[in-house]
C-alpha cells in the first residue's frame, strides 16, 4: 500500500483514473450523501457517503467498507496527480451549483486545502469543532499545516519529514564517511559523481523536489502573512543556500533530472547512493518500487545547515483527509465515522499504510510492524529517526492557492532536462512562483 505518493504520475495517470475523474461528477452528484446547498443549507442523506480517494488510499476505503458493513458508502477513485486541476475543477462546478461535494475527501495535492477552505467554497468542516478528539491525537507540528484561520479544517493521513537516506553498502566498499551537513552532502555528492559516474545524489524532477531542498532550507516560498498577502523571496540567505548546494551538485551531474515517480526512475533508483528523502521512501521507494536487495539502504537523522545548532529538513506528502461542510444528521455522523477510521484504526494505518502513521497512537505498532521485515542496513537506527525527524520540519511553510511543485516541475525540470544551467533554471522559477502567486490573488512582499 502506498502512502504518501498520492500524487504521482505512476499512479495518477493510469487508465482508471481517467474515466474515474471523467465520472466522478455524476457519481457523487447523483450520490444521495453527497448532494448539498450551501454552508448555510446543510444536508441529510439519511446515512450513505460518498468519499473519494486516490488510487492509493482505495484499500483504505475499502478496509473501512468492510469494517462497516452497516454504512452504505460509494468510493470513488480520483486523479491522484500533484498539482492537477481536475478535483479542484469539479468542486467549482459544484460550488456553483450548490450541491454535489463528496462527503470524504483525500486531497490530491496537499495545496488543495487552500482552495477548500476558501471563502468561495468553505467545502473542508471545522475538524476542531467536529472531531476534537482525533485532533487531540496528534503532535501539533504534524496537524499544523491543517491549522487554518485558528482551526484544524482536515485531518493528516501520514507523517512524511525528510530523513537522509543513503546506500551503506556503497559507502562501506568505497570508504565514504556519511554527511551530517547539507554543505558536506552537496562536496561529497559532487566528489561521487566524479569518482564514479553515473551514480547520483538526488533527484529534481518531482514537484516534492522544492520541499525536500527548499522547505528544508527555510526558504520562503510558501510563507503566510495573511489571507491575501505571502511572504516570497528567492534571494533571501536561506533560499540561497538552498541553491548553493543545487548548483554544486548540478554542475557536478550528481543529480537526476528525473522524478521519483517517473518510469526511468526504476532505472536510476538504483544508481541513488544518497539523498534527502522522506520516511515512505524506505519501504515504498526502495523495497516495494526500486527493488533494492534488504541490508543496502539506511536512513540516519536529518542534516544540519552550517552555522545552525539543530537539523533542518523538509517534508513531502503526508497527505489530507477533509470532510465536507455541507451535511448533517446521520451523514455527518457517518462521515465522521469514515475520518476516525482512516486516520487511526489499525486495520488500514497499521496493516495496510506504508507510511508512518501521523496519528500518535498508532506509530509504535506500525514501527514495530515495519521493523519485521528487517530490511535496512540497520533497522533500529533507522527507525529511529523517524519520529524524531518531525521537529526538525520547519513551521513556516504553508499551502497556498499557488502549488510549488508545480511551478517547479514546468520550471526547473524542463530547464535541467534541455542542458540549462541551475541559475537559469532558478530565476524562471522564481519568476513564474512569483506571478503563480499574483495570478492568485495575493500580493507578494519580501519581508514580514
Given at each position: 500500500?502506498?502512502?504518501?505518493?498520492?500524487?504521482?504520475?505512476?499512479?495518477?495517470?493510469?487508465?482508471?483514473?481517467?474515466?474515474?475523474?471523467?465520472?466522478?461528477?455524476?457519481?457523487?452528484?447523483?450520490?444521495?450523501g453527497?448532494?448539498?446547498?450551501?454552508?448555510?443549507?446543510?444536508?441529510?442523506?439519511?446515512?450513505?457517503?460518498?468519499?473519494?480517494?486516490?488510487?492509493?488510499?482505495?484499500p483504505?476505503?475499502?478496509?473501512?467498507?468492510?469494517?462497516h458493513?452497516?454504512i452504505?458508502?460509494?468510493?470513488?477513485?480520483?486523479?491522484?496527480?500533484?498539482?492537477?486541476?481536475?478535483?479542484?475543477?469539479?468542486?467549482?462546478?459544484?460550488?456553483?451549483?450548490?450541491?454535489?461535494w463528496?462527503?470524504?475527501?483525500?486531497?490530491?495535492?496537499?495545496?488543495?486545502?487552500?482552495?477548500?477552505?476558501?471563502?468561495?467554497?468553505?467545502?473542508?468542516?471545522?475538524?476542531?469543532?467536529?472531531?476534537?478528539?482525533?485532533?487531540?491525537?496528534?503532535?501539533p507540528?504534524?496537524?499544523?499545516?491543517?491549522?487554518?484561520?485558528?482551526?484544524?479544517?482536515?485531518?493528516?493521513?501520514?507523517?512524511?519529514?525528510?530523513?537522509?537516506w543513503?546506500?551503506?553498502?556503497?559507502?562501506?566498499?568505497?570508504?565514504?564517511?556519511?554527511?551530517?551537513?547539507?554543505?558536506?552532502?552537496?562536496?561529497?555528492?559532487?566528489?561521487?559523481?566524479k569518482?564514479?559516474?553515473?551514480?547520483?545524489?538526488g533527484?529534481?524532477?518531482?514537484?516534492?523536489?522544492?520541499?525536500?531542498?527548499?522547505?528544508?532550507?527555510?526558504?520562503?516560498?510558501?510563507?503566510?502573512?495573511?489571507?491575501?498577502?505571502?511572504?516570497?523571496?528567492?534571494?533571501?540567505?536561506?533560499?540561497?543556500?538552498?541553491?548553493?548546494?543545487?548548483?554544486t551538485?548540478s554542475?557536478?551531474?550528481?543529480?537526476?533530472?528525473?522524478?521519483?515517480?517517473?518510469?526511468?526512475?526504476?532505472?536510476?533508483?538504483?544508481?541513488?547512493?544518497?539523498?534527502?528523502?522522506a520516511?515512505?521512501?524506505?519501504?515504498?521507494l526502495?523495497?516495494?518500487?526500486?527493488?533494492?536487495?534488504?541490508?543496502?539502504?539506511?536512513?540516519?537523522?536529518?542534516?544540519?545547515?552550517?552555522?545552525?545548532?539543530?537539523?533542518?529538513?523538509?517534508?513531502?506528502?503526508?497527505?489530507?483527509?477533509?470532510?465536507?461542510?455541507?451535511?448533517?444528521?446521520?451523514?455527518?455522523?457517518?462521515?465522521?465515522?469514515f475520518?476516525?477510521?482512516?486516520?487511526?484504526?489499525?486495520?488500514?494505518?497499521?496493516?495496510?499504510?506504508?507510511?508512518?502513521?501521523?496519528?500518535?497512537?498508532?506509530?509504535?505498532?506500525?514501527?514495530?510492524k515495519?521493523?519485521?521485515?528487517?530490511?535496512?542496513?540497520?533497522?533500529?537506527?533507522?527507525?529511529?529517526t523517524?519520529?524524531?525527524?518531525?521537529?526538525?520540519?520547519?513551521?513556516?511553510?504553508?499551502?497556498?492557492?499557488?502549488?510549488?511543485?508545480?511551478?517547479?516541475?514546468?520550471?526547473?525540470?524542463?530547464a535541467?532536462?534541455?542542458?540549462?544551467?541551475?541559475?537559469?533554471?532558478?530565476?524562471?522559477?522564481?519568476?513564474d512562483l512569483?506571478?503563480?502567486?499574483?495570478?492568485?490573488?495575493?500580493t507578494?512582499?519580501?519581508?514580514?
Amino acid at each position: 500500500m502506498k502512502t504518501s505518493r498520492n500524487r504521482t504520475k505512476i499512479f495518477g495517470k493510469t487508465a482508471g483514473v481517467a474515466l474515474l475523474a471523467a465520472v466522478a461528477l455524476a457519481l457523487s452528484a447523483c450520490s444521495g450523501g453527497s448532494g448539498g446547498t450551501g454552508a448555510g443549507t446543510q444536508t441529510d442523506s439519511g446515512g450513505k457517503i460518498t468519499v473519494w480517494v486516490d488510487p492509493p488510499r482505495v484499500p483504505a476505503a475499502d478496509a473501512f467498507k468492510k469494517a462497516h458493513p452497516e454504512i452504505p458508502i460509494n468510493i470513488v477513485q480520483i486523479d491522484g496527480t500533484v498539482g492537477g486541476k481536475t478535483v479542484q475543477q469539479q468542486f467549482a462546478q459544484f460550488d456553483s451549483a450548490k450541491k454535489g461535494w463528496p462527503d470524504a475527501i483525500f486531497f490530491p495535492s496537499n495545496d488543495d486545502i487552500a482552495w477548500a477552505t476558501s471563502a468561495k467554497s468553505n467545502y473542508a468542516a471545522d475538524m476542531s469543532k467536529e472531531t476534537p478528539d482525533l485532533v487531540k491525537g496528534y503532535d501539533p507540528a504534524v496537524l499544523s499545516m491543517c491549522k487554518i484561520g485558528g482551526v484544524y479544517r482536515c485531518l493528516r493521513n501520514d507523517a512524511a519529514p525528510d530523513l537522509f537516506w543513503y546506500n551503506a553498502t556503497f559507502f562501506r566498499d568505497n570508504g565514504y564517511t556519511v554527511p551530517t551537513t547539507w554543505e558536506e552532502y552537496a562536496t561529497l555528492g559532487a566528489q561521487i559523481a566524479k569518482d564514479h559516474p553515473g551514480f547520483v545524489s538526488g533527484f529534481t524532477g518531482d514537484a516534492y523536489a522544492p520541499d525536500r531542498y527548499l522547505w528544508a532550507a527555510g526558504c520562503p516560498t510558501n510563507d503566510t502573512v495573511s489571507a491575501t498577502k505571502v511572504h516570497i523571496d528567492l534571494s533571501d540567505p536561506k533560499c540561497q543556500r538552498a541553491k548553493s548546494i543545487l548548483t554544486t551538485l548540478s554542475d557536478a551531474k550528481a543529480l537526476s533530472s528525473v522524478g521519483i515517480f517517473d518510469a526511468d526512475a526504476a532505472t536510476v533508483g538504483p544508481k541513488m547512493v544518497m539523498s534527502p528523502g522522506a520516511v515512505w521512501w524506505g519501504d515504498y521507494l526502495f523495497n516495494q518500487t526500486w527493488k533494492i536487495p534488504a541490508g543496502t539502504m539506511q536512513a540516519t537523522a536529518p542534516l544540519t545547515w552550517k552555522g545552525d545548532s539543530k537539523p533542518s529538513t523538509g517534508n513531502e506528502g503526508g497527505g489530507l483527509w477533509g470532510m465536507s461542510s455541507h451535511i448533517t444528521g446521520k451523514q455527518l455522523a457517518n462521515a465522521k465515522i469514515f475520518m476516525k477510521f482512516v486516520v487511526s484504526d489499525p486495520a488500514w494505518q497499521v496493516e495496510l499504510s506504508t507510511g508512518l502513521p501521523a496519528f500518535k497512537a498508532v506509530q509504535a505498532d506500525w514501527i514495530a510492524k515495519q521493523s519485521a521485515s528487517n530490511y535496512y542496513a540497520d533497522t533500529a537506527k533507522t527507525f529511529a529517526t523517524f519520529q524524531s525527524a518531525i521537529s526538525d520540519v520547519p513551521g513556516d511553510h504553508f499551502y497556498q492557492l499557488y502549488n510549488t511543485g508545480s511551478v517547479w516541475t514546468e520550471t526547473v525540470a524542463p530547464a535541467l532536462v534541455s542542458g540549462k544551467s541551475f541559475d537559469d533554471a532558478w530565476t524562471a522559477f522564481g519568476t513564474d512562483l512569483n506571478n503563480q502567486a499574483k495570478s492568485q490573488g495575493y500580493t507578494v512582499v519580501k519581508s514580514k
